[in-house]
């Protein structure tokens, strides 16, 4: 699978702090899935965004996906079910 494909189809974002809660909101609203990395965000912001877009998630009909330690993919159930996503999934997803 090409990276550049998937890239047109999820939107990838590294979470340093809460500060754009809102857009990464937004963007799950208009229906664009979401790979966010919070490696590098101090756990307080962590709770306070997953929390969030959890429910943002949730209203718009879909669940985060846990990629590896600190990385969630957040997308709506008919994403979940494109065959890129699922590709993707399959190809970057660590289990423990």
Known sequence: MGN???K???KFYKVEDGEKTLFYADLLMQGIPLCLDFRDC???DVHKV?????GVNYATDGYPTLMKKGVFL???KKDLKDK???NFIKEYQETE
């Open 74 to 76: 957040f997308a709506t």
């Open 50 to 54: 997953l929390y969030f877009l959890q």
């Open 42 to 44: 101090p756990e307080d």
């Open 4 to 6: 550049e494909n998937i």
């Open 84 to 86: 890129k996503v699922i």
């Open 8 to 10: 047109e189809l999820i």
